[in-house]
């Protein structure tokens, strides 16, 4: 198996392992919301930073997944499927004794997937011109002189 597809599967297996966190999390009750609301924190702000770390695992995920996309797509796309999974948990969480459904957390998720995936791509961009700069000092070590 090569270098980039066991990065794949690391990637998308660590998707998969954050949405099963925040599952559990959801299904706990009130047990995981009594400590935020001790301090004063906001649901919203929890759920921002919750699905602003499944944004950003999707993107990186996207954007190894699929380099040959448009950047705009897989960002659309990311934001998409982070909402969308979002939406199933406030679902989920409809079910849960002690945790209910509240429009501010749909837009919490919503936000936190939007600024996940832009932090991804900044990300991205970063590694991206770091290694072209080790890439073209690489090349210019190697040349022989003329």
Request: glycine share 12%; net charge negative; aromatic share 10%.
């Given at each position: 198996?090569?270098?980039?597809?066991?990065?794949?599967?690391?990637?998308?297996?660590?998707?998969?392992?954050?949405?099963?966190?925040?599952?559990c999390l959801s299904a706990m009750g009130s047990?995981?919301?009594?400590?935020?609301?001790?301090?004063?924190?906001?649901?919203?702000?929890?759920?921002?930073?919750?699905?602003?770390?499944?944004?950003?695992?999707?993107?990186?995920?996207?954007?190894?997944?699929?380099?040959?996309?448009?950047?705009?797509?897989?960002?659309?796309?990311?934001?998409?499927?982070?909402?969308?999974?979002?939406?199933?948990?406030?679902?989920?969480?409809?079910?849960?004794?002690?945790?209910?459904?509240?429009?501010?957390?749909?837009?919490?998720?919503?936000?936190?997937?939007?600024?996940?995936?832009?932090?991804?791509?900044?990300?991205?961009?970063?590694?991206?011109?770091?290694?072209?700069?080790?890439?073209?000092?690489?090349?210019?070590?190697?040349?022989?002189?003329?």
């Amino acid at each position: 198996m090569g270098d980039e597809l066991v990065l794949r599967w690391l990637l998308w297996a660590t998707v998969v392992a954050y949405m099963v966190g925040i599952w559990c999390l959801s299904a706990m009750g009130s047990q995981v919301t009594q400590p935020a609301d001790a301090t004063g924190i906001s649901d919203f702000w929890l759920h921002l930073i919750l699905y602003g770390g499944l944004g950003f695992l999707m993107r990186l995920a996207m954007a190894v997944t699929w380099p040959e996309r448009q950047s705009w797509l897989l960002g659309s796309a990311a934001i998409g499927l982070t909402f969308l999974y979002g939406l199933t948990d406030e679902f989920h969480q409809s079910f849960t004794p002690g945790r209910g459904t509240d429009p501010e957390d749909i837009i919490g998720n919503l936000a936190g997937a939007t600024v996940g995936q832009l932090g991804a791509v900044v990300l991205l961009a970063v590694c991206s011109g770091l290694m072209r700069r080790c890439s073209d000092r690489t090349r210019v070590m190697t040349e022989p002189p003329v």
